[in-house]
């Protein structure tokens, strides 16, 4: 019984740290934690990534969401790990990966809150490495599932500047018209 107690002790002074944003010292904790493998072994290891993600430390949060999502499958919260996993890519301009990973999690989760902002991303990086065909391919099916978004708001917006530099007014005013947005 006094294990399970440190261990929970431990993920609580983790948190702790958390929320005064000393995320060095939440990292030690959740890792003692983790490494006990009593009690929520798996929030451990998942607050631990996201603690290494605010500190930049990319290929600690990617290699602990990694383990994460292997070992933990069936976890309250793997969805959210996989999103965490892809965002890290991202963030850590490893583009293809974090593409790769926005896919699999749209094909995986569907209706998840986060579908809307894997289908902006995919669509930003396609824009940003001058792929705009996939780009408006991404932005449309965004648009299209959730037209009142912030993030459909925001895709609109690239949209009308990807076909503007084609010179494609027309075609653009077509599209806007036909999603009911203002041109």
């Not at 974090?98 to 986060?114: G, H, L, R, T, V």
């Amino acid at each position: 019984a006094n294990a399970k107690k440190i261990n929970d002790a431990y993920n609580r002074i983790g948190d702790g740290y958390f929320m005064i944003r000393e995320f060095d010292n939440a990292v030690v904790y959740y890792e003692q934690s983790y490494n006990m493998k009593l009690i929520d072994a798996d929030y451990a290891l998942f607050q631990k990534a996201l603690a290494n993600g605010v500190l930049k430390k990319y290929s600690a949060k990617i290699s602990d969401m990694q383990t994460f999502i292997s070992t933990y499958p069936k976890s309250t919260y793997t969805q959210k790990a996989k999103f965490e996993l892809a965002q890290t890519y991202l963030a850590d301009n490893q583009n293809q990966m974090a593409m790769e990973n926005f896919k699999k999690f749209i094909d995986e989760y569907p209706n998840s809150i986060y579908v809307n902002t894997c289908l902006s991303k995919i669509g930003l990086i396609y824009y940003n490495s001058k792929q705009d065909d996939n780009a408006l391919s991404y932005f449309d099916k965004l648009i299209k599932r959730d037209r009142k978004s912030e993030e459909a708001i925001e895709a609109i917006s690239v949209v009308k500047s990807i076909y503007i530099a084609k010179g494609n007014v027309t075609t653009m005013q077509d599209y806007l018209a036909s999603i009911g947005a203002a041109i």
